[in-house]
């Protein structure tokens, strides 16, 4: 059974409403679902308010017993709203039907402000991808300026940070025992808003320790772009179970991050994935919802990613622990898939973040935490990294072998420099032979070194390395795959040569993406703190930056240098990169001439051997003629 949505499902007074962005699919790769249904478990009622347009809409189940939560989605509100040259979406994969315009710019913020004006003494909690990564001041890249956490902008009483089961159940254990949501402050994974005078005698004693620590304040970030490269590394610090509270000055208030939470245990894991979801779009949407279709019958396995990539919001979100299902509740549910109404024979997917990320890069992790001074995987492998596919693989195996499934896919993403420093090829040998079909997709994303590592990708060569891998093993199967790179252009550090440099090696496999990403500063990421600030957080070093849109759209193009649309702006981007000596007829050349240039190359060669035939013949004839005259001596 479906969790209400409306007055007709639902009498009486709820435990909880909670106000979402998309439409209510009760399925577990979306967040509203598992902490609805969570919630539920704890013994709370629910009703849920999804999209909501007016009063009305917010008014439907009238002021809950406990309060409101608020999430806006599974992406942040802009990012799903604007594409990255800031240009109105026309689908929404998240609303009935791909519909856009249902979900408003900076949706929290306004759930939030609504439920406040017509709920002013209710207590109201926030959560998700949108709150999560503008908990502290951040950089926005729509109005282009340094906005306040969003607890300051939005009104609410309570930010839920990460992936937010355990904080849910310490709040619903609190709030069991009767106290107001609006008092809790102390809960691991939470942050909150408070007047000097309201900081607890603890935690004013964490900060004189040094167990609390302070970052640079609203005001100096927003006016200092050192002071906020210097506050994001804190935050990036402190952002798993062994960092610290942390404090952020906004005016008269304090933010206080409370210290992260715990990783789940597969148990816990489990136990989520456990509950009793319908999977499916709650039946009021007859036109469906587009997310659904790749995700109904796929299976997350894993959460949290250890690859730490920097242009990435999931490092930052779940966390850098990976955490883990049992093989059996992964088992469980894939049997349940099999009797579901419209299977036919394929898993779309098992994984996370990362599907080749099963266990924490290292046992220390679970133990301390992620470190703070070097990175597992990336530009520079950790020698304590740990490699092993071997309980993937066996995964894998036992479920292309249940009854009912035909194929296994995995498109959730493979890190190729973790397969190749594998020491076995034999997971990339029966990932080939039976997980893939015709493709596998990886991300390399650029070519240059410098570029790369500012992303924190691991160096071009391993890509390479692993191309001829992965083509010979194809060769020995006699299959005929193929790989699908994806790419970055404009990321911080790139310049306009590291571009060319991209599309020469784009021309050299006789390859053109179909679309190409433009380097997107979403909130919180380091790659986005690089961009406005032209630094790098963790060095403290000058980082070259493509800004302007000439740049960004010359850069662009020339990934996709052969279609006819960007052949003027390849032109410009070549000329301005000293490179015209891609412009031409050669197996090398990028693009070749107007037919009016090439006729006016054609006239300026032909004047230039004719004067040169000219200017010969004069100096035959001098010749000549001083011969002659030496004769006639």
Not at 29 to 42: C, D, Q, T, Y
Not at 604 to 619: K, L, P, Q, T
Request: hydrophobic share 35%.
């Amino acid at each position: 059974m479906f969790l209400p949505i409306s007055r007709e499902e639902f009498d009486g007074q709820p435990d909880i409403v909670y106000v979402i962005g998309e439409a209510y699919c009760d399925h577990p790769s979306f967040g509203h679902a598992i902490v609805s249904r969570l919630i539920e478990s704890l013994g709370f009622s629910v009703a849920i308010v999804p999209q909501p347009q007016s009063d009305a809409d917010y008014t439907r189940f009238g002021m809950p017993r406990l309060g409101f939560f608020v999430s806006g989605g599974v992406v942040d509100s802009m990012v799903n709203n604007y594409t990255v040259a800031k240009i109105r979406r026309t689908r929404d994969v998240y609303s009935e039907g791909g519909d856009p315009g249902k979900r408003p710019d900076r949706c929290v913020d306004v759930y939030c402000r609504a439920l406040k004006r017509l709920y002013p003494d209710c207590a109201v909690v926030i959560g998700g991808i949108e709150a999560s990564l503008r908990r502290f001041a951040h950089y926005d890249y729509w109005s282009d300026k340094v906005l306040p956490s969003i607890l300051s902008s939005s009104g609410a009483d309570l930010l839920i940070y990460g992936m937010g089961e355990k904080p849910i159940a310490e709040i619903c254990a609190l709030l069991s025992r009767g106290v107001p949501l609006a008092r809790i402050k102390d809960v691991r994974g939470t942050c909150y808003l408070a007047e000097d005078g309201a900081l607890s005698a603890a935690l004013r004693r964490d900060m004189e320790s040094g167990e609390a620590l302070i970052c640079p304040s609203y005001d100096e970030v927003r006016s200092d772009k050192r002071a906020y490269a210097d506050a994001f590394r804190m935050q990036s610090d402190n952002s798993d179970f062994s960092g610290k509270t942390l404090l952020q000055k906004h005016g008269g208030l304090w933010l206080v991050q409370n210290r992260p939470q715990f990783p789940l245990s597969a148990a816990e894991m489990d136990a989520v994935y456990a509950l009793p979801y319908e999977r499916k779009p709650h039946p009021s949407y007859r036109r469906g919802v587009p997310a659904m279709e790749e995700i109904e019958f796929s299976i997350t396995s894993v959460r949290g990613c250890f690859g730490s990539c920097n242009y990435c919001a999931l490092t930052y979100h779940q966390g850098r622990i990976v955490q883990k299902r049992s093989r059996e509740s992964i088992m469980a549910e894939a049997k349940k898939l099999t009797e579901q109404p419209g299977f036919k024979g394929y898993i779309h997917d098992v994984g996370g973040p990362t599907a080749n990320f099963r266990d924490p890069a290292c046992g220390k992790q679970l133990k301390s935490g992620a470190c703070r001074d070097r990175k597992c995987i990336g530009w520079k492998k950790c020698p304590a990294l740990e490699v092993s596919h071997k309980e993937y693989l066996s995964l894998l195996r036992d479920l292309r072998s249940l009854e009912k499934v035909k194929k296994v896919f995995v498109r959730s993403g493979i890190r190729f420099d973790y397969v190749m420093y594998d020491k076995s090829d034999e997971f990339l040998t029966e990932l080939i032979k039976h997980h893939i079909s015709g493709q596998l997709k990886v991300a390399p994303e650029h070519v240059s070194d410098k570029v790369l590592e500012k992303m924190n990708k691991p160096p071009f060569s391993v890509y390479l390395d692993f191309k001829r891998k992965f083509d010979a093993i194809n060769a020995r199967l006699g299959k005929k795959q193929y790989l699908v790179p994806y790419l970055i252009s404009s990321h911080p550090g790139c310049t306009l040569a590291d571009a060319v440099r991209l599309a020469e090696y784009l021309r050299s496999i006789n390859y053109m993406p179909q679309q190409v990403q433009d380097f997107y500063p979403t909130p919180s990421t380091k790659s986005t703190c690089m961009y406005y600030t032209g630094l790098d957080p963790d060095t403290g070093k000058e980082v070259y930056v493509p800004r302007s849109r000439r740049e960004k759209a010359m850069q662009r193009a020339l990934m996709q240098y052969g279609l006819k649309r960007n052949y003027a702006t390849v032109k410009e981007a070549l000329r301005e990169a000293g490179r015209e000596d891609l412009i031409g007829f050669g197996k090398n050349c990028l693009i070749r001439p107007t037919k009016e240039e090439a006729i006016a190359a054609k006239r300026e060669r032909e004047r230039a051997s004719s004067d040169h035939g000219r200017s010969v013949g004069n100096i035959c004839g001098k010749k000549r003629n001083a011969r002659g005259g030496r004769r006639k001596k």
